[in-house]
């Protein structure tokens, strides 16, 4: 029963509450790994392009407590998407972290350390911290102190054990079907660079690549919104799949702001903000300003997905911007990449395209599957729903 709850302060349930260096030690192109919110996953970090500090410094910081050790949970605390970057780190890679991480190292003796992972991801968990807990006009974050006061409430140690089996299942299920949609694009990758590395014919990216632009209607008009057409924006791109977005417009919306509606598997990248990012729909969408709608002129869109990624591992080191880097159509427009014979397309394509269909089904149910999850984590973590009545 709830009743028989405890409720603490975070201060009181985790024996480590800190964040990573205030200090960014010197880049090396040798070294061990320092991480920033910028390298959060789902699941943990990406080290594809993470910037890598000397041995020397590495350790000053893994003797001050900077190093994450596997069972702590690790939470962005400052910028834009302050408390939505939460994991439970258990990777082999040991990196140094940036202060723009908190790490919360659980008393396992009052709270393991998935029960408050799930908590702290609970819709209601993180409004109460956005509306009490926040700070800082220009850039928003959460200070340690405020981490340490932040109330919790738990049940039995068993019980905990019963909640977090259920949502682990589900992520469990989420999580391999993403290993395999991961290790299909990579067999794809490695199959579309041959082939493209063997090529001889070098076009304009232009000469092949329609590239589109997008719009948003004015801040304020709140007509347009809540339609049931997906919009979205940069932080929604994903590879290769991208579904969920947070806004929908209506299609009076979607005239106003000169967008249009793109089909299924239309080939996406981010323009500005996160720059370079490339994906593919996996519903029809539309989007804003910060992005590009990329359609082949008489090229698969599949080949146009992997084009880009050739052609954006480039421009995005070129960059640039007065606020923030921006990648242009007169970017595209002076891009040369390899074009594939059409012998070499065809046999590509006849390989590729079954597997994207996979890791296309993979995501649609990993959407299912995260949808159930976040329907049930609020209603477990709070004890509406007892966990010997839901079935899996």
């Known amino acids: 029963?709830?009743?028989?709850?405890?409720?603490?302060?975070?201060?009181?349930?985790?024996?480590?509450?800190?964040?990573?260096?205030?200090?960014?030690?010197?880049s090396v192109s040798h070294g061990k790994y320092m991480v920033s919110v910028k390298d959060f996953t789902p699941y943990g970090f990406d080290f594809n392009g993470c910037r890598q500090i000397s041995f020397a410094d590495y350790e000053k910081l893994k003797s001050s407590g900077c190093v994450p050790q596997k069972g702590d949970i690790l939470i962005g605390k400052d910028g834009a998407r302050y408390f939505e970057d939460i994991i439970i780190?258990?990777?082999?890679?040991?990196?140094?972290?940036?202060?723009?991480?908190?790490?919360?190292?659980?008393?396992e003796e009052k709270v393991i350390p998935e029960y408050l992972y799930y908590l702290l991801k609970t819709p209601s968990f993180k409004k109460d911290v956005k509306d009490n807990y926040g700070s800082g006009s220009a850039i928003p974050r959460i200070i340690l102190k405020d981490f340490k006061r932040m109330k919790v409430?738990?049940?039995?140690?068993?019980?905990?054990?019963?909640?977090?089996?259920?949502?682990?299942?589900?992520?469990?299920?989420?999580?391999?079907?993403?290993?395999?949609?991961?290790?299909?694009?990579?067999?794809?990758?490695?199959?579309?660079?041959?082939?493209?590395?063997?090529?001889?014919?070098?076009?304009?990216?232009?000469?092949?690549?329609?590239?589109?632009?997008?719009?948003t209607p004015k801040t304020g008009e709140t007509a347009y919104w809540n339609g049931n057409i997906a919009f979205f924006t940069p932080k929604d791109v994903g590879t290769p799949y991208t579904f969920i977005t947070e806004k929908t417009i209506t299609e009076e919306g979607l005239s106003h702001c000169n967008s249009r509606l793109y089909p299924v598997n239309t080939v996406f990248v981010t323009a500005r903000g996160t720059v370079g990012k490339v994906?593919?729909?996996?519903?029809?969408?539309?989007?804003?300003?910060?992005?590009?709608?990329?359609?082949?002129?008489?090229?698969?869109?599949?080949?146009?997905?992997?084009?880009?990624?050739?052609?954006?591992?480039?421009?995005?080191?070129?960059?640039?911007?007065?606020?923030?880097?921006?990648?242009?159509?007169?970017?595209f427009d002076s891009e040369q990449i390899m074009k594939l014979s059409d012998d070499d397309a065809k046999a590509f394509l006849c390989v590729a395209e079954p597997m994207f269909q996979e890791i296309l089904n993979n995501s649609i149910e990993n959407l299912r599957l995260s949808t159930l999850r976040d329907f049930l984590l609020p209603k477990l973590m709070s004890?509406?729903?007892?966990?010997?009545?839901?079935q899996l």
Request: glycine fraction near 6%.
């Open 1 to 26: 029963m709830k009743s028989e709850w405890n409720t603490s302060a975070i201060a009181n349930i985790c024996k480590v509450v800190t964040d990573g260096s205030h200090t960014s030690p010197k």
């Open 89 to 107: 780190y258990n990777q082999d890679e040991a990196p140094a972290l940036l202060s723009s991480i908190a790490i919360l190292r659980c008393d």
């Open 153 to 215: 409430e738990y049940p039995s140690i068993e019980k905990q054990r019963q909640i977090v089996s259920i949502l682990h299942d589900l992520d469990a299920k989420i999580f391999n079907n993403q290993k395999v949609n991961d290790n299909l694009e990579q067999q794809a990758a490695a199959l579309f660079s041959s082939l493209y590395n063997r090529s001889n014919t070098e076009v304009r990216y232009t000469d092949l690549i329609q590239i589109l632009g997008g719009g």
């Open 279 to 331: 994906g593919l729909s996996g519903v029809p969408m539309a989007m804003n300003q910060s992005c590009y709608a990329l359609v082949g002129k008489e090229t698969r869109q599949l080949l146009v997905y992997f084009y880009t990624l050739k052609a954006v591992d480039r421009l995005k080191h070129k960059a640039s911007g007065a606020v923030f880097d921006a990648i242009t159509t007169r970017d």
């Open 383 to 390: 004890g509406e729903i007892d966990v010997s009545s839901v």
